[in-house]
């Protein structure tokens, strides 16, 4: 059995793509519909990464973010940022991430490097 998967070239591509989807979502692999659903997924994504791009969080939002993946508290942020004064004032966004820092949160928590280079505004 083939299958006919059309390119998405428009917004209405992209719905009609994802109601697709929806019909045939949980598909086993190697059937039809589940290649099928790969294939539109491929698409789909594809679309919205060229037509919607998600820009990386600042630098802040990143760390708080791996923060509350990794259940870790400001305490476990010293080793990359600096004292307990120093995390404070990174993460109150009084003052702004030095390079080193940067690159141990990068090295040490996995931080992509895209969202701790981000430029952000310091509280007033």
Same mark, same amino acid.
Do not use: C, W
């Given at each position: 059995?083939?299958?006919?998967? #059309?390119? +998405?070239? =428009?917004? %209405? $591509?992209? $719905? %009609? ?7 045939? &979502?949980?598909?086993?692999?190697? =059937? ?9 997924? =491929?698409?789909?994504? %594809? ?6 791009? +998600? $820009?990386?969080?600042?630098?802040? $939002?990143? +760390?708080? &973010? ?18 307990? #004064?120093?995390? %404070?004032? +990174?993460? #109150? ?5 030095? *390079? ?15 969202? *701790? ?8």
């Amino acid at each position: 059995m083939s299958v006919t998967v #059309n390119a +998405i070239h =428009t917004d %209405a $591509d992209l $719905d %009609a793509a994802i109601a697709r989807l929806d019909e045939i &979502f949980g598909a086993p692999e190697g =059937t039809p519909e589940g290649e099928e659903a790969e294939v539109l997924m =491929t698409l789909a994504e %594809a679309y919205e990464r060229s037509h919607a791009p +998600i $820009d990386p969080p600042d630098p802040v $939002d990143a +760390i708080l &973010f791996r923060m509350d993946q990794s259940g870790l508290t400001r305490k476990d942020l010293e080793p990359y940022i600096g004292r307990g #004064n120093r995390v %404070a004032e +990174i993460m #109150n966004r009084k003052r702004r991430l030095s *390079l080193e820092m940067i690159r141990r949160l990068h090295d040490g928590l996995g931080i992509p490097l895209e969202s *701790l280079v981000q430029p952000y505004e310091l509280a007033a």
